[in-house]
């Protein structure tokens, strides 16, 4: 059974890097896409982002300039870093496990970060 959880601060300020961790356990990140997601108050899901098993990501181009997924494949983490944080970043964060059909198979329970002085 694969499982992720998220992990990191709850709480940033303007202007500050949103860090957030994504601990992979039952699987290796050496596989498959792991990606990010968020769902601001009263919005549906967006997506963030994708880190392959190569390594290689890809981003919303929106969200792009901004953001930065890595790895630690030794811990088999995956992380997500959103520069410049601003209210409009306020959301709740999954990580979650992409196959490679379009589908998303199992999710972090989610963790809410909202961003304010």
């Known amino acids: 059974q694969v499982q992720l959880q998220e992990s990191g601060p709850g709480l940033v300020k303007p202007s500050q890097t949103l860090s957030l961790t994504c601990t992979v356990s039952g699987g290796s990140i050496t596989t498959n896409y792991w990606s990010w997601i968020r769902q601001p108050p009263g919005k549906g899901l967006e997506w963030l982002g994708v880190i392959a098993y190569s390594g290689t990501t890809a981003y919303s181009p929106s969200l792009k300039s901004r953001t930065l997924i890595s790895r630690d494949t030794f811990r088999n983490q995956f992380t997500l870093q959103l520069s410049s944080a601003t209210p409009e970043d306020t959301a709740v964060y999954y990580c979650?496990?992409?196959?490679?059909?379009?589908?998303?198979?199992?999710w972090g329970q989610g963790t809410q970060v909202t961003v304010s002085s």
């Open positions: 979650a496990r992409l196959l490679t059909g379009g589908l998303y198979d199992y």
